[in-house]
């Protein structure tokens, strides 16, 4: 049985029509726009589980944004309240039986 996800943390529009699934086990999970991200270093830095870190790649605007590694996200949302760029982050946190 697969939990629905809601985003816990978004400033854009878009993320309340995205479906995301929620790797097994992890409680959260990270969407970021590359395209909107400035590669402050800021969420890596404050994510209490670390799955957050600087990409080699360069996005549209010249940076290197932030990637998420894939799993481990505890859909805590820090790393949303730290980051600067409006809807560069959008945080889901699974639903379900607490």
Partial sequence: MVDSAQPLASCG?????????????????VVVDTDRCKGCGLCPTYCPPEVLEISDAI?????HPVRY???GCTGCAICFYVC???GALTVYRREGKR
């Avoid at 529009?13 to 999970?29: H, K, N, S, T």
């Avoid at 996005?59 to 940076?63: D, S």
């Fill in 84 to 86: 600067p760029e409006p």
């Fill in 13 to 29: 529009d878009d993320a309340a029509a995205e479906e995301v699934e929620i790797p097994a086990g992890d409680r959260g999970l």
């Fill in 59 to 63: 996005n549209v605007q010249g940076y």
């Fill in 69 to 71: 590694l894939g799993s």
